[in-house]
């Protein structure tokens, strides 16, 4: 009797096992249910997903807009602007875009009767909404890790090309009728120009790269403005004009008319100024304690340092 009893125990605890992972495989596995609400939900996650980070990108290109206009920057600079920003606003964009998807995904089934008919079918809430919540922990993963390893490393090659675009020179873009001072140690003034051949007339240019006490002026009827190949100086082709400089050492009050001044008239002349237009990416050495920038083993680190 007790060797038919522990025989009978043993076939009952071996059942028992096995429709337990029977039950747990059944309960894992994608069924057509999962199949059906994941199709609609990842459809309205990924048009969610960019359309938020497209807002974010476009509020924060709105805060630097002055430093990317007038820079003459490349495109592939200002791809890697976009590609840089676009990483660090996933963080942020991706919370977003699930919300709104679940939202939409599950009003738009309560608007068409499925969610009724799930419900007739003896189909809990719980049930139907399973595949979204467990997508719910992928997705916090994908989060924590652009959070702590990519969004870091973005956060700093953001910064550093931001840092880089400020300290750009601009692009000249001399207007008509008032002086423009974009280029360093000089002022000009042009009367008029012509856009297609590049020509300048009435110019006046005030150099004061020697110092203030030494300021020459430029006055000639027509010149031309152009780049140097190396792309770090500007030439300045003039005619017809004269030079003017002055030659006393420091100011006086009591120097009134009286003061000497050097001053040459020419057909012909070029002027060479210093004129940086290349882009050059500034070091990042001084961006690593950003608290942005920092991993959560760094901020840990931290903590520890400062306690």
């Known amino acids: 009797i007790l060797k038919g009893n522990i025989s009978s125990l043993s076939q009952k605890f071996a059942f028992g096992k096995s429709a337990l992972g029977m039950f747990s495989l059944q309960s894992l596995r994608l069924k057509r249910i999962d199949s059906f ?24 290109t709105w805060r630097y807009v ?62 139907v ?50 002086f423009y001072n974009g280029v360093p140690n000089v002022n000009l003034y042009v009367e008029k120009k012509n856009a297609l051949t590049g020509m300048l007339y009435q110019v006046i240019i005030y150099k004061t790269d020697q110092g203030f006490d030494k300021a020459q002026i430029v006055i000639v009827d027509s010149g031309r403005l152009s780049m140097t190949a190396d792309k770090l100086h500007l030439r300045l082709e003039l005619w017809n004009g004269h030079q003017f400089q002055s030659l006393a050492q420091g100011q006086s009050r009591n120097i009134q008319a009286t003061a000497p001044y050097d001053r040459e008239t020419f057909l012909h002349k070029e002027l060479l100024i210093d004129f940086d237009s290349n882009f050059n990416l500034s070091e990042n050495e001084g961006l690593q304690n950003m608290p942005s920038a920092k991993s959560m083993a760094k901020i840990v680190q931290d903590v520890d340092s400062m306690s």
């Open 37 to 60: 609400i994941l199709s609609k939900f990842l459809q309205l996650f990924a048009a969610a997903f960019f359309v938020c980070l497209f807002v974010f990108m476009m509020q924060f």
């Open 129 to 178: 909404m399973r595949p979204i919540i467990l997508l719910t922990f992928a997705m916090a993963g994908i989060s924590f890790y652009f959070q702590n390893t990519t969004s870091p490393q973005a956060q700093r090659s953001l910064r550093q090309l931001l840092l880089s675009m400020r300290e750009s020179q601009p692009a000249v873009e001399i207007p008509e009728g008032i």
């Open 66 to 127: 002055d430093d990317l206009v007038g820079k003459g920057l490349t495109l592939d600079v200002l791809a890697r602007f976009f590609w840089y920003m676009g990483l660090t606003l996933v963080p942020q964009a991706l919370p977003l875009a699930f919300l709104l998807a679940s939202l939409i995904t599950f009003g738009n089934m309560g608007e068409n009767l499925e969610l009724l008919s799930m419900k007739a079918a003896g189909i809990p809430l719980m049930r």
